[in-house]
């Protein structure tokens, strides 16, 4: 196996956003000097990385990291372990494994994250239903009657080739670090709110490496396809601001973790393909957690102290009268002035998803004025599959 390159993770500015560790992930189990490491999966990363109370369960040294390397704002430069086995399925080998030192707000409950970069040379079976991934020998056979698309191999991340007779196919990136579900290109986002002009919205805001902090509109669909795709039962996001990142492609879709799992998935990396079969509609309660406030607040230039407000149009925050541009002050009795600081205070997810009927204090500054709302969160998605 390889050495990996420096690697820089951005995650205070995340913790603004979203709780990044959360629990509803696709876990992998890997052999760490000799002992069993859970791992999330994310098909839109580079690297296996370690945490650092990972690394400590596992009993690995820790080396800090150079002195001389500097870290990106809002970010880290990890350390890395002792050199230690690894043991992916039936592959093996040893190397020093980059650990990542978590601020002390966040209490994850993996013990590191494994990427696309490791698991391209591999048969990977997804079971979504379990939400486990494995390694295959190879493609079982009832796999090789499900829908097949092509792996883009210039791709750092897993992109999948949408079958099409056009010169330049487009590209689908499967990203199962995301918690969201569909994130559409423009053109096609266009389209599809065109076609669902009255579904809900509320607002989700995510930090990406090299861009910053992305404040990006969410609906929610019973049915979507992309191709021979049929996903039911999923949020459906645009994804405008990514779509820098495709140069040269004709990228229609991102698909994060909530879309991921109403499919079945054989990735047979070696040769370049990714089967799929699609679920019917799923049943039960919906525990999607969203932002039920129907706005957020994020640093105006992605870099200042001060949180300021983004809000959909007839949400619930919008009814409570809060408006874009006003600054958050007070959440309740806990001044957010202090969220770089203060460990109480992020991720602020936290306070938007809790239940419907949640009544939120809040200390806004809009102009020279200070102004003190309630806004009450509402179920903005169906609290039931086929509701």
């Known amino acids: 196996m390889d050495q990996y390159p420096r690697l820089v993770l951005l995650l205070v500015l995340s913790c603004l956003c979203s709780a990044t560790l959360a629990a509803d992930r696709m876990m992998m189990e890997v052999t760490i000097a000799g002992r069993t490491a859970h791992l999330a999966l994310d098909t839109a990363a580079e690297p296996l990385c370690l945490f650092d109370a990972g690394a400590r369960r596992l009993g690995l040294e820790i080396e800090p990291p150079a002195s001389d390397v500097p870290a990106a704002p809002g970010g880290v430069v990890p350390g890395r372990t002792e050199e230690c086995d690894i043991a992916i399925g039936p592959n093996s080998g040893r190397l020093r494994l980059p650990v990542v030192p978590l601020p002390g707000y966040i209490e994850p409950d993996v013990d590191g994250l494994i990427g696309w970069d490791v698991l391209r040379r591999f048969v990977i079976r ?87 902090i992305v404040v990006s509109e969410e609906r929610w669909a019973r049915t979507f396809a992309l191709g021979e795709m049929a996903f039911h039962e999923v949020p459906v996001g645009d994804y405008t601001a990514m779509i820098q990142h495709f ?77 874009d541009g006003d600054r958050l002050l007070r959440i309740d009795e806990l001044d957010v002035t202090k969220w770089r600081t203060d460990p109480r205070i992020l991720p602020l997810s936290r306070f938007w998803s809790r239940p419907a009927g949640t009544a939120l204090g809040l200390g806004l500054q809009r102009d020279e004025k200070t102004l003190d709302v309630t806004a009450v969160l509402e179920d903005i998605f169906p609290t039931r599959f086929g509701n």
Not at 134 to 145: G, T
């Open 126 to 212: 997804i079971d979504a239903v379990h939400q486990k991934v494995s390694v295959a020998n190879q493609v079982p056979p009832e796999a090789l009657n499900w829908p097949c698309w092509k792996i883009r191999p210039d791709a750092r991340r897993l992109v999948v080739e949408i079958p099409t007779h056009e010169p330049v196919p487009e590209t689908i990136m499967i990203d199962t670090g995301s918690p969201s579900g569909v994130m559409l290109a423009p053109q096609r986002w266009q389209q599809w709110t065109e076609a669902h002009p009255h579904q809900p919205a509320t607002l989700d805001a995510s930090f990406f490496p090299g861009i910053g």
């Open 247 to 323: 140069p040269g492609q004709r990228h229609a879709a991102t698909l994060g973790l909530r879309a991921v799992r109403r499919l079945s998935w054989l990735i047979d990396a070696p040769n370049g393909k990714v089967y799929f079969q699609s679920h019917g509609s799923p049943a039960g309660p919906n525990t999607y957690e969203y932002n039920r406030l129907g706005a957020v607040f994020v640093p105006g230039d992605g870099q200042g102290d001060v949180l300021v407000a983004h809000v959909v149009q007839g949400g619930p925050a919008h009814r409570a009268g809060i408006r």
